[in-house]
C-alpha cells in the first residue's frame, strides 16, 4: 500500500517531463500525489468498509477533484449517477492494488479486481489490466517467485513480459492504455533488485510516469517487504490527514508487517 502511494509521489514530477535515466533522486521538491494515490485509497476504503468500490471512488475522488484525472473520469466524477463508459485506460490498473493485499485466495482477488474495474474501465482490457496487477500483487505477497508471477501473468492475460527494460526504453512513449502498460510496469519490477531498483526502471522508461511507477511499486512492495522508513514519513508528508487516517487503518489490517 504504501509502496504504490509513494512510487506515485515519486513519479508525479515525471508525468509533464519523461526522463529516460535510471539514476534519479526518488523524491524531487516539487513531487505530490495525484490521482493514482488518491484512487488507490478509495478502494482500500472500500474493501474496509462496505465493498462499494462506485462509492468510495466516487466520494474521494470528488474531495481530491485536481489530482490529475483524465477528461472521461472527470465527467464520470462530475455526473450523479456515474456509470461505466467502456475505457481501456490505465486508471483500471492504477487503483487496484489493495485487493492484491486483503483478499486470500486466487479466485477473490480476480473477482474483487474485475469489481473495481468495472465501475467505470468496464471494457475487457480494463479489467484484464487490473485483474493482472492485482495478481501480481498477491503472488508477490504469498509466494515470493518472480518466475511464477511472470508464467501466471502471461497464462491468464496474455501479456509479454520475456523481454527487459533495456529493450522498452528506447522506444516507449507516453501510454494511457492498461495494455501499454501493465506489462511494461510488471517487466519493471521483474528486472529490478530492490523497491528502489523497480522504481527506477517503471520511470525510466519515459512513460505515464506515476501510474507506471505505481504499478511497479505495489508489486515491488509486496514482493521485498515494507519500505524504508524515510519513504513511509514521506508519504505520511504527502498525503493529507483523511488519506493518511484510511492509509494507516489499510496498513494495521492487512499488510501487519508495514506497520
Known amino acids: 500500500m504504501i509502496g504504490a502511494i509513494a512510487r506515485d509521489i515519486i513519479g508525479s514530477v515525471f508525468e509533464a517531463r519523461p526522463t529516460k535515466a535510471n539514476r534519479l533522486p526518488l523524491f524531487h521538491p516539487f513531487c505530490r500525489i495525484t490521482d493514482d494515490s488518491v484512487l488507490t485509497i478509495a478502494v482500500a476504503q472500500a474493501i474496509m468498509t462496505d465493498g462499494d468500490y462506485r462509492r468510495w471512488v466516487w466520494e474521494i475522488g470528488r474531495r481530491y477533484f485536481n489530482a490529475g484525472y483524465g477528461g472521461t473520469f472527470i465527467r464520470w466524477l462530475r455526473s450523479s449517477n456515474?456509470?461505466?463508459y467502456n475505457s481501456w485506460g490505465n486508471g483500471a490498473a492504477m487503483r487496484v492494488s489493495p485487493v492484491g493485499w486483503a483478499f486470500e485466495s486466487l479466485d477473490e482477488v480476480l473477482s474483487e479486481a474485475a469489481r473495481t474495474a468495472e465501475i467505470s474501465h468496464n471494457h475487457p482490457e480494463g479489467i484484464k489490466g487490473a485483474q493482472a496487477v492485482a495478481l501480481a500483487v498477491f503472488l508477490a505477497r504469498t509466494t515470493r517467485n518472480k518466475a511464477l508471477i511472470a508464467k501466471e501473468?502471461?497464462?491468464r492475460f496474455g501479456y509479454d513480459l520475456y523481454w527487459i527494460v533495456e529493450s522498452i526504453r528506447p522506444s516507449y512513449?507516453?501510454?494511457?492504455?492498461?495494455?501499454?502498460?501493465v506489462p511494461e510496469a510488471v517487466v519493471s519490477f521483474l528486472e529490478s533488485d530492490s523497491y528502489e531498483d523497480a522504481v527506477r526502471n517503471a520511470i525510466s522508461l519515459g512513460g505515464d510516469s506515476d501510474t507506471l511507477a505505481c504499478i511497479t511499486g505495489a508489486i515491488a512492495e509486496a514482493y521485498y517487504g515494507p519500505v524504508a522508513q524515510p519513504i513511509?514519513?514521506?508519504?505520511k508528508e504527502c498525503?493529507?490527514?483523511d488519506l493518511w487516517s484510511i492509509t494507516e487503518r489499510f496498513i494495521c489490517q492487512y499488510c501487519p508487517g508495514d506497520k
Open 82 to 84: 456515474p456509470e461505466p
Open 173 to 181: 512513449d507516453f501510454d494511457v492504455s492498461c495494455q501499454g502498460t
Open 153 to 155: 501473468v502471461t497464462d
Open 232 to 235: 513511509r514519513d514521506k508519504v
Open 239 to 241: 498525503l493529507t490527514a
